[in-house]
C-alpha cells in the first residue's frame, strides 16, 4: 500500500534563517506531489506542484521554493524565513485527477 | 480566476441535527470534486464526486455534485460530538487542486 512520509512533524526557526521540508510517498510510481499551507486552521492554500521529475509549478513564489530531485521526494525550501511564513505545512499526493489526494501528517512551522 | 467557496464559514449545531454544508466552484477544466473532514490534523478523505446527480454515501454522511449550477452539498444525518471538525472542499482542474476556506461544525452535546 501507498503511504507518504513528511517531516519534521514540528519546526520552531527564527527570522531569516533558511527552511527545509522533506516529504516521500512510498508505493507508488509517478505520482503528482504537492505542498499547501494552511494559517489558521481554515483553507488550504496550493502553494506547489508537479507532476514529474523537475516540473514544478508555483503558485505562490514568494520567498519559498520547491524542488522534486526525485520521483517520489518533495522539498519545499527557504533562504529566508519570514514571520508570515508560519502555518502547518502539508505535503500530499495523487495519482491523477480521478483520484483523491492523500494528505501526509503535516508539519508546524512557527517563525519567531 | 479559479474560485471554490464554502458556506457557511461556521455552524454550530445539536447532537442529534442534520446539518447541510455546501461548495460552489468556478474552474476551468472541472475534473472532481473532493470533501475532506480536518481535525487537529491532516485532513482525511470523505468522498471523490465526478458526475452530476450521483449520491456518495458513508455512513450518516452523504454528498452530490450539480456540474450544471457548479455546486456540492455535504449532509450529516444525527449528527454526533465526533462530528466536530472542519470540512474542506477541494475542485481538481486537471493536475492542479484548489480548496475552499473550509466550514468549522461544533456539535453542542
Known amino acids: 500500500s501507498q503511504t507518504i512520509h513528511q517531516w519534521p512533524a514540528t519546526l520552531v526557526q527564527p527570522v531569516g534563517s533558511p527552511l527545509s521540508l522533506e516529504c516521500t510517498v512510498e508505493?507508488?510510481?509517478?505520482?503528482?506531489l504537492y505542498w499547501y499551507r494552511q494559517a489558521a486552521g481554515r483553507g488550504l492554500q496550493l502553494l506547489f506542484y508537479?507532476?514529474?521529475?523537475?516540473?514544478i509549478s508555483s503558485e505562490v513564489p514568494q520567498n519559498l521554493s520547491a524542488s522534486r530531485p526525485q520521483d517520489r521526494q518533495f522539498i519545499l525550501s527557504s533562504k529566508k524565513l519570514l514571520l508570515s511564513d508560519s502555518g502547518f505545512y502539508l505535503c500530499?499526493?495523487?495519482?491523477?485527477?480521478?483520484?483523491?489526494?492523500?494528505f501526509g501528517n503535516g508539519t508546524r512551522l512557527t517563525v519567531t | 480566476e479559479d474560485k471554490v467557496v464554502q458556506s457557511p464559514l461556521s455552524l454550530v449545531v445539536h447532537e442529534g441535527d442534520t446539518v447541510t454544508l455546501n461548495c460552489s466552484y468556478e474552474?476551468?477544466?472541472?475534473?472532481?470534486l473532493l470533501w475532506y473532514k480536518q481535525e487537529k490534523k491532516a485532513p482525511t478523505f470523505l468522498f471523490m464526486l465526478?458526475?452530476?446527480?450521483i449520491e456518495k454515501k458513508s455512513g450518516r454522511l452523504s454528498s452530490i455534485l450539480d456540474k450544471k449550477e457548479l455546486f456540492s452539498i455535504l449532509n450529516i444525518t444525527a449528527t454526533q460530538t465526533g462530528d466536530s471538525a472542519v470540512y474542506l472542499c477541494?475542485?481538481?482542474?486537471?493536475?492542479?487542486?484548489?480548496f475552499g476556506k473550509g466550514t468549522r461544525l461544533h456539535i453542542l452535546p
Open positions: 508505493g507508488t510510481s509517478n505520482p503528482n
Open positions: 508537479s507532476v514529474g521529475i523537475g516540473q
Open positions: 474552474v476551468t477544466n472541472f475534473r472532481s
Open positions: 477541494a475542485v481538481v482542474r486537471d493536475d492542479k487542486i484548489i
Open positions: 465526478t458526475s452530476s446527480g
Open positions: 500530499a499526493w495523487s495519482q491523477g485527477y480521478n483520484s483523491p489526494l492523500h
